[in-house]
């Protein structure tokens, strides 16, 4: 009489490890369709703006916006006109100049692989390590604006919940990379153009990390490209930044002096 109950048993293990494979094998599966599915949303954003040969020149470009800021959270909005330029893959600086109560304030940051610099007023003087970093983090995250990491190595892609961005449905991608905090963007559903970016920063005037969202808008073509031209920033719900572009330049390659410390 024992002996049947034994083969039955045997039979009960072998059916849980089939069922258990079986299981693995359909989640695998659903792992890659939603991979699928997020690599072509991105795919269909670079088509709609211009291809992958005009996506490139987004890697080695400058633009110039104008507008609204808030430095601290309670104070009132600050004019300000910012200069971002990319020499992609490490080279990164920001200018800005702020029309504050006191008069203009002007700042430049920029980091070249792992060093960075500030300039403040005419004050120079290096990042700290920790700056750099977050300032790195910051830069991978606009960086994957350009969308040409869909052919690079070490992304891993997932299709999150629709929202409505600016009254339109728009459909997200989550992106996933070791060392980097995660990023989502968002692409509005029957344009395919990139109208939001999701993610988390360290603010320094609240000493803590907080939701950055960023939405793009009104989006016209120059060179080939589809390019936004109003951009809004908000962190924790609240506005941060407000402004129009005014200029965009696109560069086959920039000379290093560009980023250097003064």
């Not at 290096?126 to 606009?142: C, G, N, T």
């Not at 604006?145 to 919940?161: C, H, K, M, P, Y």
Request: aromatic letters at 6%; glycine letters at 8%; proline letters at 4%.
């Amino acid at each position: 009489m024992s002996h049947p109950r034994i083969v039955i048993h045997g039979q009960t293990k072998v059916m849980k490890r089939l069922a258990g494979t079986f299981c693995l094998l359909i989640l695998s599966t659903s792992v890659l369709f939603a991979e699928d599915r997020a690599r072509a949303i991105i795919e269909r954003a670079i088509q709609v703006q211009g291809g992958p040969t005009n996506i490139a020149k987004l890697r080695t470009m400058q633009i110039e916006v104008e507008g609204t800021t808030v430095l601290a959270p309670g104070e009132a909005e600050t004019p300000v006109r910012l200069i971002d330029t990319w020499q992609m893959p490490d080279q990164y600086k920001t200018s800005a100049v702020f029309q504050t109560a006191d008069g203009k304030v002007s700042q430049t940051q920029a980091i070249v692989g792992n060093q960075g610099w500030i300039e403040l007023n005419g004050e120079v003087q290096d990042l700290p390590r920790e700056a750099v970093s977050e300032m790195k983090e910051q830069k991978y995250a606009e960086d994957l604006d350009r969308l040409g990491f869909i052919n690079e190595a070490g992304f891993q892609l997932s299709v999150t919940q629709p929202i409505k961005v600016n009254g339109k449905p728009a459909v997200g991608v989550g992106i996933k990379s070791k060392g980097h905090r995660h990023v989502t963007l968002y692409f509005e559903a029957d344009s395919g153009l990139l109208v939001k970016r999701e993610q988390t920063l360290l603010d320094p005037s609240l000493g803590k990390e907080v939701l950055q969202e960023v939405i793009f808008s009104d989006y016209r073509e120059q060179d080939g490209l589809k390019h936004y031209r109003q951009i809004l920033a908000l962190r924790d719900g609240k506005k941060m930044v407000q402004a129009k572009v005014t200029k965009l330049q696109f560069f086959e390659t920039l000379d290093n002096k560009i980023f250097a410390k003064p």
